[in-house]
Structure formats: C-alpha cells, structure tokens
C-alpha cells in the first residue's frame, strides 16, 4: 500500500511554469513505477508522465515532450513535475499515481496500470 498526496498546483500565465511534487508514504515506494494523469473538465483522465522505480526510464505524452519533466527522488519518496511553458489547454487537475513496472505504450500510459492515486492537485493557466 502506499498514500500519494500531490502539491503545487495553482493559477499561471501561459508561458509561466509549475513544479508539481507528490510524497508518497509506505516504506516500498522505490519498488513502484510512478506517473502523472491530468484530467480537464468534461474530459477522460489523460496520461502526462511515466518513470521507472529506478528513474532512469521515462516517457511522456506527445503534447507535454520538451516542456514537462518527470523526476522522483526515491531517498525522500517524492516525485515532481516540472511543467514550463505551460499554455491554456494544460489546465487541469493534476493527479499523481503508483504501479508496477511497465512497458509500452499501451501499459504506462493506462489508469488501469496504476492501483495507487492522489487526491490531484488544480492547475489553471490563463492566457
């Protein structure tokens, strides 16, 4: 089991930037994949981020590569996104969740791989 609970969300202008951490509680957090999901209103809980337990594999969606960055810092059961360049359409609640290792596409990028998620944390870009 473990517990997530993301932070550092809030209100930016397009082109501004956000660092989103999550801490997650339970001693095995360095044996789970982690990722990141975003969910915008009237919208289906969509992929952002995955990285390996080790943090030396990371994938990202299409529409964040070159601005978001995913890191974790398994000493201190934390991981974070760094969004930049943030624009309108990134608007969301951001969630953070804990799985197994994955591999492809298809598995990382699916809710349904991950057991463990956070309460999300609001995002809100204006332009």
């Known amino acids: 089991q473990v517990q997530l609970v993301e932070s550092g969300g809030g209100l930016v202008q397009a082109g501004g930037s956000l660092r989103l951490s999550c801490v997650a509680s339970?001693?095995?957090?360095?044996?789970?994949?982690m990722g990141w999901f975003r969910q915008a209103p009237g919208k289906e809980r969509e992929f952002v981020a995955h990285i390996s337990w080790s943090g030396s594999i990371t994938y990202y969606a299409d529409s964040v590569k070159g601005r978001i960055t995913i890191s974790r810092d398994n000493a201190n059961n934390m991981v974070y996104l760094q969004m930049n360049s943030l624009k309108p359409e990134d608007t969301a609640v951001y969630y953070c969740?804990?799985?197994?290792?994955?591999?492809?596409?298809?598995?990382?990028?699916?809710?349904?791989?991950?057991?463990?998620w956070g309460q999300g944390t609001q995002v809100t870009v204006s332009s």
């Open positions: 969740a804990a799985g197994g290792e994955c591999l492809g596409y298809r598995c990382y990028a699916s809710t349904a791989r991950y057991p463990f």
């Open positions: 339970g001693r095995t957090f360095s044996s789970y994949a």
